[in-house]
């Protein structure tokens, strides 16, 4: 069947600004987060709970991020998409502004790792990437999720320059605040990614003779999937990792005796090259095997701390090692999302990939931990570097036996 030039146009026009939506949102969200590492030292000087205690309430938020998702993904796929991320942003801009008013590590648990990081959870990947595969046609899924994926790098790109340009102007305090009501600018993408997906169940049902299965059959099918199951474990590691740099890589910068400037532009080369990375990964997902592109995404990060443990660390040096960390941060994502909506389709996305978020999370709540308890035991982040290098070259491999088909899916009579 051709298509009508005259209805072309605006799904054309329908399927950016879905995009818009969904990027600009996570790109808020996400930016945010990404860039609170920024604030640790200050948070040190102002509470004096010191970096352990203040790398807790961080770790807490990574896994806190990670449990909030399977559930928003479940609520966003039977009530609605639109409702979900409304809550969210609202929970991720008052976390955030009242976070420089916390003076013990249970008030920075609760700010940062409670409504903050919760909020992100609720208006997070898992939401925004299912609304999207939801809303755009099968062909589009692989480049629309790069898409989405780098709106979240560009969060990060842009956020850095502007918390250290605010931190000089108004204070880390004030800064922080801003940086929070600059949040509410994603309330708009509420409207445009309203909807849920029980439609989407209600005709895959009809078409198999089947009854849609309900979130606890579609989990345990997925648990019991192996291949599930891997994509999961190697997705751990890639929490570990992304925690770990955006907690800690300030403090690595310090520790190699540079200035704190760098570490700002650091997690801004991270969120620039992060967009090449999602946007690469986006075009690649479809022409090679995603498990073979997670497979290389977690071999490059292995190699190049690899190398940044061997070079002199100059500012120079930095930056490069951030660029390379950019392009790998987030590549994850497309893929994974992909695995995910190709082995049991879109109508429980959110939730499943919500799951698969939550092990991502675990790993970050690893990462951002023992960056701050292995330095504050050690004065050095080396032997986080080198559990990093080793978990890296285990993902790549944990990775190679996934198969990449439609599972089995169990059927359940109509009639029942």
């Known amino acids: 069947m051709m298509n009508n030039p005259q209805t072309a146009g605006p799904r054309k026009a329908a399927l950016w600004l879905v995009l818009l939506a969904a990027g600009g949102a996570f790109a808020l969200t996400m930016g945010v987060r990404q860039t609170m590492g920024l604030f640790l030292s200050a948070l040190n000087t102002s509470t004096a709970l010191g970096i352990g205690s203040i790398s807790l309430a961080f770790a807490f938020g990574q896994l806190w991020w990670g449990l909030t998702q399977p559930f928003a993904g479940a609520v966003a796929d039977r009530i609605g998409t639109g409702r979900v991320i409304f809550i969210g942003v609202l929970l991720v801009a008052l976390g955030t502004i009242i976070t420089p008013l916390m003076t013990s590590t249970a008030g920075l648990i609760f700010a940062i790792g409670v409504l903050a990081a919760g909020g992100a959870g609720m208006a997070g990947p ?27 790098s560009f969060g990060q790109f842009a956020m850095a320059p502007i918390a250290i340009g605010l931190t000089a102007a108004v204070g880390w305090a004030s800064a922080m605040q801003w940086l929070g009501a600059l949040v509410l600018l994603a309330l708009p993408a509420v409207w445009v990614l309203k909807g849920n997906s029980k439609a989407l169940a209600a005709q895959a049902a009809a078409a198999s003779g089947t009854k849609a299965l309900s979130a606890r059959q579609a989990i345990g099918e997925a648990l019991a999937t192996p291949s599930y199951r891997y994509l999961s474990l190697g997705f751990l590691v890639c929490g570990f990792h992304v925690a770990f740099l955006a907690t800690h ?3 690595v910068v310090a520790a190699c005796g540079l200035p704190p400037e760098v570490g700002g532009w650091a997690l801004a080369m991270i969120g620039l090259f992060n967009i090449v990375g999602s946007l690469a990964m986006g075009w690649a997902v479809g022409r090679w095997r995603m498990k073979s592109l997670l497979a290389l995404v977690y071999t490059t990060r292995g190699l190049a701390v690899l190398a940044f443990l061997l070079a002199p660390k100059t500012p120079a040096v930095m930056l490069v090692f951030a660029a390379v960390m950019g392009v790998t941060f987030l590549s994850t994502v497309p893929p ?24 991502h999370q675990v790993g970050g709540f690893l990462g951002a931990y023992l960056g701050g308890y292995v330095f504050q035991l050690t004065g050095s982040y080396d032997w986080v570097w080198y559990i990093d290098i080793v978990l890296a070259a285990g993902a790549a491999l944990v990775n190679l036996p996934i198969r990449e088909a439609v599972q089995s899916r169990r059927p359940v009579p109509a009639t029942a």
Not at 130 to 149: H, Y
Not at 336 to 359: D, E, I, P
């Open 336 to 359: 994974t999302a992909g695995l995910v909506a190709k082995m049991f389709g879109t109508s429980n996305m959110a939730m499943l990939f919500g799951v698969v978020m939550l092990a």
């Open 126 to 152: 898992s939401v925004l990437m299912a609304a999207s595969t939801r809303l755009v046609p099968a062909e589009k899924r692989g480049l629309a999720t790069g898409i989405v994926n780098a709106g979240g």
């Open 249 to 251: 890589l300030p403090g």
